[in-house]
């Protein structure tokens, strides 16, 4: 039904208002979406602006799956396009946005798809250690729950179950 509607809209080259709380169907209908909450519009763009740089927590929690993460901006590296920000987790390393300066607040979202687990305890920017809660065999993804502990929950993504092992829960 999606194929048909979109298919429609260009051959006809209409201009169609579609109301859905299905993100999937947003993104694969709209050449711009609007969400809103409350009666009040949160961000309107294009759908992958939207998935990809969600401009507030309503919009990156509200879009697909994330997980989110509160911090402080420690420095900005404006050459690298990178923000450093101090969480409870340690440092993360996120994308640039110029509307952010050292010692605001934040939220670093992060999408499972963009996560990987490695056996290997390491340091640095954008790695954390946890232990896997739960696994499950998604067909075309194995969706890992990781427990980072003090309450907090990562969900990661690995898109090719046929070439990955899953992993036992518990393991690190």
């Known amino acids: 039904m999606r194929a048909e509607i979109r298919k429609l809209q260009k051959e006809l ?17 709209s050449d711009r979406i609007a969400v809103f909450n409350k009666g009040k519009v949160f961000q309107i ?17 509200f879009i697909g799956i994330n997980n989110l993460v509160e911090g402080t901006i420690e420095s900005v590296d404006a050459p690298q396009q990178r923000l450093r920000v101090k969480t409870g987790l340690g440092a993360l390393c996120a994308v640039m946005d110029e509307r952010f300066h050292p010692g605001d607040r934040c939220v670093v979202s992060i999408r499972p798809e963009n996560m990987d687990l490695d056996r290997e305890p390491a340091t640095g920017c954008n790695l954390v250690q946890g232990r896997i809660a739960f696994a499950a065999y998604l067909g075309h993804t194995l969706r890992y729950d990781v427990d980072l502990g003090q309450g907090v929950a990562f969900k990661v993504d690995i898109r090719d ?3 990955h092992e899953q992993r036992p829960w518990a393991a690190r």
């Open 45 to 61: 763009g294009p759908p992958k602006a939207l998935y990809e740089r969600p401009e507030n927590r309503f919009v990156a929690d």
């Open 13 to 29: 080259g209409i201009t169609t208002v579609y109301v859905t709380h299905d993100q999937e169907e947003a993104l694969t209908l």
């Open 161 to 163: 179950p046929w070439h």
